[in-house]
Structure formats: structure tokens, C-alpha cells
């Protein structure tokens, strides 16, 4: 990650990964199972998964080098949910899956799944028009922010699951999710010093 002062303040950009496409509802993710870690369409029942509440729109990833240890707890005491930071660009245009991008991280909302704590990170792509006006969750227009809330809590139940809980509807800013992302970091060094990852 690198940092950058902007009329004042400290922007802090990091790298993501995209594995949905803005607009696209196939749940994609990279898989940890199979060898060199490819994008694949997610599996349930052998039958292939996708988003059905509503057309995702942002583009989904993942930060490389995060990984969300389930033996580290919250301050709840929710455990990680044993994958990498999950990543929501919220820019413009559509980043085609695979691609490694340049954002800004704005935020974070934390989603409690199942009893584990599945971070959010909040970030515009750095070359979007919109991202030199942004730097705070208050940039995000008030209608965007409604929307990342909602589709976060009630996505699965058009699967017919539960509502998802949020620790907060109110977006946690840059230096939280900074925090996060530092913290996270250090869990992926050391599962990979461990073997566990």
C-alpha cells in the first residue's frame, strides 16, 4: 500500500483484486483450494452460485495478502471468517475479472456471517472522475452508502437465508479500515510462515 496527501490529508491506496464485474451476478471468488488459487464460479450442491438480490453495483474483490484468521476474535469475539479481505469498489466503471486495480480506501462496514466477522473494505478505483473528491465515507453520496447497507444485510435472503447483521449501518472510515487491512496483512504473514495458508 502507499499513501498520498491530498488537500490536507492522508489518502491511502492499496491494491485489489476484481473477481465480479460491477453488473455481473455470478459469484466468483478465488478459489483457496485448488493449486495457483484461480477465479472460479462458486459451487453449492455441485450447482453453480449467483447474487440474486439485485444487480451488484460495484465492483467485488478481494485484497491480496489479507487473510481473515478464524483463531483471531473481535473485540466482540467474532472469529474470522478464514478468507481474504473482502473489497467493494464503488467507482463508475466496470473492472473486467482478474484485474489487479489501484483504489482508494474510504471505509468499512463490518458484517457479522454466521458468527464471524467479514470485514467490508470500501474503496474507489484511483482513476475513477469521482476519486480525488473522495476520502471519507461523507463523500459517498447518501443514497450510495443506503444502498451498500442494505445490499449487504439482505443478499442472502434471497436465497432464502437470514438477514445479515452489521456491528454498525454507519460506515467505520479510512483509518479503521487502514487498521484492518494492517492487521489482516499480519495474519496472512504469519499463516503462510505457519503453513496454514
Excluded: C
Excluded at 484461480?38 to 487473510?67: C, V
Excluded at 483463531?71 to 479481505?85: C, S
Excluded at 466496470?94 to 466477522?117: A, C, H
Amino acid at each position: 500500500s502507499s499513501s498520498k496527501s491530498i488537500e490536507g490529508s492522508t489518502s491511502v491506496f492499496v491494491n485489489m483484486m476484481v473477481e465480479i464485474p460491477m453488473g455481473r451476478m455470478e459469484k466468483l471468488e478465488v478459489n483457496k483450494e485448488t493449486k495457483d488459487n484461480p477465479i472460479m464460479q462458486d459451487k453449492k450442491n455441485n450447482q453453480p452460485r449467483f447474487y440474486r438480490y439485485g444487480i451488484p453495483f460495484f465492483n467485488y474483490g478481494m485484497l491480496p495478502q489479507t487473510w481473515e484468521d478464524p483463531k483471531q476474535k473481535d473485540t466482540a469475539g467474532h472469529e474470522g471468517d478464514g478468507d481474504p479481505l473482502d473489497v467493494m469498489e464503488i467507482g463508475s466503471l466496470q473492472v473486467p475479472t482478474g484485474s489487479v486495480v489501484l483504489v482508494k480506501v474510504l471505509g468499512v462496514y463490518s458484517l457479522i456471517d454466521q458468527g464471524e466477522v467479514d470485514y467490508k473494505i470500501i474503496v474507489i478505483n484511483a482513476n475513477d472522475p469521482l476519486a480525488k473528491s473522495m476520502t471519507t465515507p461523507n463523500d459517498i453520496d447518501k443514497t450510495v452508502r443506503e444502498r451498500l447497507v442494505d445490499w449487504l444485510k439482505m443478499y442472502k435472503t434471497a436465497e432464502g437465508k437470514a438477514e445479515n447483521e452489521l456491528v454498525s449501518d454507519k460506515m467505520a472510515g479510512p483509518k479503521e479500515a487502514m487498521e484492518i487491512i494492517e492487521e489482516t496483512h499480519g495474519y496472512w504473514k504469519a499463516g503462510r510462515k505457519q503453513g496454514m495458508i
